[in-house]
């Protein structure tokens, strides 16, 4: 069964910087398109950005100039570079892959921003 474990989040200031981790156990990851996703209060999950097994990404229009979606095979992580945060990016972020069926949910990282 796959586990996945984000890290990273936390309370910054509008135009700051954080960098989200997720650690997928298994050795299904090299195979997968991974992706992050976040749900803000109140609202559904949304997918913010995505990388496939050759480091192609692609964003929503919310984030693109912002994020950074990396992966490192040899530690089977994904990472979320984030800059220039803004209020509106305040959620939980959690990872996944990005086809069906998702893994099971991983408890997701808090962020944070405040004006």
């Known amino acids: 069964q796959v586990q996945l474990v984000e890290s990273g989040g936390g309370l910054v200031q509008a135009g700051g910087s954080l960098r989200l981790s997720c650690a997928v156990s298994?050795?299904?990851?090299?195979?997968?398109?991974m992706g992050w996703y976040r749900q803000a209060p109140g609202k559904q999950r949304e997918l913010v950005a995505t990388?496939?097994?050759?480091?192609?990404?692609n964003y929503d229009d919310s984030v693109k100039r912002r994020f950074t979606i990396s992966r490192d095979s040899t530690k089977n992580t994904v990472h979320l570079q984030m800059n220039s945060l803004k209020p509106e990016d305040t959620a939980v972020y959690y990872c996944?892959?990005?086809?069906?069926?998702?893994?099971?949910w991983g408890q997701g990282t808090q962020v944070t921003v405040s004006s």
């Open positions: 298994g050795s299904i990851f090299r195979s997968n398109a």
């Open positions: 996944n892959r990005h086809m069906s069926p998702l893994f099971s």
């Open positions: 990388i496939t097994p050759t480091r192609s990404t």
